[in-house]
């Protein structure tokens, strides 16, 4: 797979995110488009189910389409800076996690800090995520594949990476018991212990992802500010034979 620039990574994944934040602010306009296309103030209750419908499934197709579309261009500039190339993978995943807050964009959500930083409502997991994609745009392209950040800033580097894993696998984990809670409301009622489990495992993904946030900090202030990428070393002359004396 061809390196990819930095400024070629920013474009590429900078009109991903701006026309996702355009189409999100723009959604009320869409779904007043789509209740005109289905005539549905003909029938009783009829816009309720069409804005009740684009409102829930059709924001999640569309964070899921913005996911998926930011797979390829991480997974080539992380494999071009010497990173792991599985934050291709998990920083989609980081956006993923954050649907609650990132279907509600252009509308109304809440963030708060009087309760403290993890019942603040704040979107840890696209924070962690917008911190990767802005370290990944500006660390200088390696010249020399024997000078990469990775190989640079190791220890930082595999902090931040397992770290991003870390946030990854347990907001999953609280997706998941959330969902599970959702299931049960039938059977078990709002008695369900799956919400209240949830609810700590999703603070103990806040509180990985912030740890993860210092190293990624890190590597962007030391490898953004001025760094310039290290010229490829020249080729050794070759050893030519003296030539022989003449009598």
């Known amino acids: 797979m061809r390196p990819l620039t930095g400024g070629r990574f920013l474009v590429t994944v900078g009109w991903r995110i701006a ?13 007043s488009a ?24 059709l924001r999640l197709a569309i964070l899921a389409i913005f996911a ?12 071009t800076l010497g990173m792991p190339r599985s934050l291709g993978l998990a920083v989609p995943v980081l956006f993923l996690l954050d649907w609650k807050f990132l279907t509600t964009l252009g509308g109304y ?6 309760g403290g930083i993890l019942d603040s409502g ?7 995520a917008l911190v990767i994609i802005v370290f990944l745009a500006i660390a200088p392209t390696p010249v020399d594949q024997r000078d990469t950040p990775w190989r640079r800033h190791r220890v930082a580097g595999e902090a931040g990476w397992f770290g991003c894993l870390g946030t990854a696998v347990l907001g999953a984990v609280s997706a998941g018991l959330f969902i599970v809670w959702l299931a049960s409301l039938a059977t078990i009622g709002m008695m369900s212990p799956f919400a209240a489990d949830a609810l700590h495992v999703a603070k103990a993904a806040y509180i990985v992802a912030l740890a993860a946030m210092v190293p990624f900090v890190w590597l962007i202030l030391a490898e953004g500010l001025g760094r ?6 020249p080729p050794r002359p070759s050893q030519a034979p003296p030539a022989s004396e003449t009598s």
């Open 19 to 31: 026309a996702f934040v355009a189409i999100s602010f723009g959604f009320p306009y869409i779904l």
């Open 228 to 233: 310039p990428a290290r010229p490829a070393p």
């Open 68 to 79: 998926l579309f930011l797979v390829r261009p991480i997974w080539r500039r992380a494999g």
């Open 34 to 57: 789509i209740q005109s296309v289905t005539q549905c103030a003909s029938t009783q209750g009829g816009c309720f189910a069409v804005a009740a419908l684009s409102g829930t499934a």
């Open 122 to 128: 704040l979107p840890f997991f696209t924070v962690l």
């Open 109 to 114: 959500w809440r963030v708060s800090f009087s």
